[in-house]
C-alpha cells in the first residue's frame, strides 16, 4: 500500500474517533506575526492525550507541554493552532500517518524588540538598550507559548549586591510567520510578566526561547 492511501486511510480513521471522544475545536492557520487568530481555518473535533495510544489514562502533567492530538489529519500542519474546550495548542509536529504532536500553551505573548531612536540614527552610538522599555517595539502579538521553569537566561545587566537572582525559563512558540525570534528580544505575558530572550533556536517543531524574568 502507497504512502498517501495508508495516510488517508489513518486520517479517516483518526476522524471517527475523535467524533466518538473528541470536542468541537477550530484550527487556525497563521499567515501574519499580529494576527494569529485573524480567520478559522477549519471546524474539527479533536482529543488530546499524554498518552500516544489515546487510552487517556491521565491529564496532561504539570509543566509536561507535549500531547497528541486525535482529529483528522487530512489538512494538518505544523505551526497551526487549536482551541478546545478552553485549551489553547500549537501543532509541534505533523507525520504521515501519526497523530500530531502538540504543545498546550499557558500563556499568551507579544515579541518586541529595541529599535533605534531617530536621535541615535542621526549619532549612531547612542542606541536604547534592551532593558529600556521606552524603545520596545511588538513585531508578533497575541501569540500562544508554553513558559515554564527551566534553565533560562539571566537578565543582561550589572550584578548589585543583595539583588535576587532573575528566575530561568523557557518557552515553547509556534514559528511566526515573518519573524525570527532573536537573543535580547522581549516577551510579555498577557498576565503580567515580562522576560527577556537569552538565546532562541527556531527549527521544525517551532521555536525555543531561554527567558529570564524581568524584576522591574
Known sequence: ??????????????????ARVGA???????????SPYATAHA?????FSNDRTFGFAGPALWDVPFV???MDTTDVQ????????G??????????????LCVLCNAVVDITTTVAQAT???????????????????????WPAMIRAGGGAGV????QPGTIHAGGFEMFLPLIPGISVQPAMWARDANGPRYTIGGARAGPWGTRCLLGQQQV
Not at 468541537?24 to 499580529?34: G, L, S, V
Not at 505544523?78 to 474546550?85: P, R, V, W
Not at 541615535?120 to 497575541?142: E, M
Not at 543582561?156 to 550584578?159: L, V
Request: hydrophobic fraction near 40%.
Open 120 to 142: 541615535d540614527v542621526a549619532a549612531p552610538g547612542g542606541y536604547g538598550t534592551s532593558g529600556d522599555a521606552t524603545t520596545q517595539v511588538a513585531c508578533a502579538s497575541g
Open 156 to 159: 543582561p545587566g550589572p550584578a
Open 78 to 85: 505544523a505551526g497551526d493552532i487549536l482551541t478546545c474546550a
Open 1 to 18: 500500500m502507497d504512502q498517501p492511501a495508508l495516510c488517508h486511510l489513518a486520517a479517516r480513521g483518526f476522524a471517527r474517533a475523535a
Open 87 to 100: 485549551e489553547t495548542y500549537f501543532i509541534a509536529r505533523a507525520e504521515p500517518f501519526r497523530p500530531p
Open 43 to 47: 471546524r474539527v473535533m479533536a482529543a
Open 24 to 34: 468541537p475545536a477550530t484550527q487556525y492557520r497563521p499567515a501574519t506575526a499580529t
Open 68 to 70: 497528541y492530538a486525535l
